[in-house]
């Protein structure tokens, strides 16, 4: 199979799936106004990439000059933004006790935990005797032999007018 026909059948699956999406979206009987959704997916990506992610990129690149640390603060920032909702609204029920029925503040420190635990190891894994020649060995395994890699193309000469 070749390139253009893997690219082609994702954006006819991916076409399909947004098809779909948006018959749900007019024939569904609890949206009055899809223009409501619509609002509500702009401002949605407004405020990502107009807000928070040059929000975490400033403070990522003024506060860390580690790239490790940062992209472990990257992880967590996204994870915050995900599970701060559902954090804030622990223990409003509107009388429905299954609506946040999880320990929510207990598994969202739980996650940062983990990446804390997973940088950390990350950091101190290069210190360890050996370990970085046993990730290279891995690493080499998973890669093609040197004689099958392509090589850089060589550089196009420019026009000269």
Known sequence: ???????????????????????????DPYIRDPAD?????????????????????LVGTALVRRPLLRGGLVVAAALTAV???????????HGNPSLLPLPY??????????????VALLAVAPRVPGAVRATERRVRRWLPPAR?????APPRPT???
């Open 1 to 27: 199979m070749t390139v253009r026909v893997l690219r082609t059948a994702l954006a006819l699956l991916g076409i399909g799936v947004i098809g779909y999406g948006l018959y749900g979206l007019l024939h």
């Open 37 to 57: 959704v619509l609002v509500w997916g702009v401002g949605g990506v407004v405020l990502h990439d107009g807000f928070w992610l040059p929000l975490v990129l």
């Open 83 to 93: 599970g701060l909702p559902a954090v804030l609204r622990a223990g409003v029920d």
């Open 105 to 118: 503040l207990r598994n969202w420190l739980l996650l940062l935990a983990a990446v804390a635990v997973v």
């Open 148 to 152: 099958m890699r392509r090589k850089p």
């Open 159 to 161: 026009r000269r007018d």
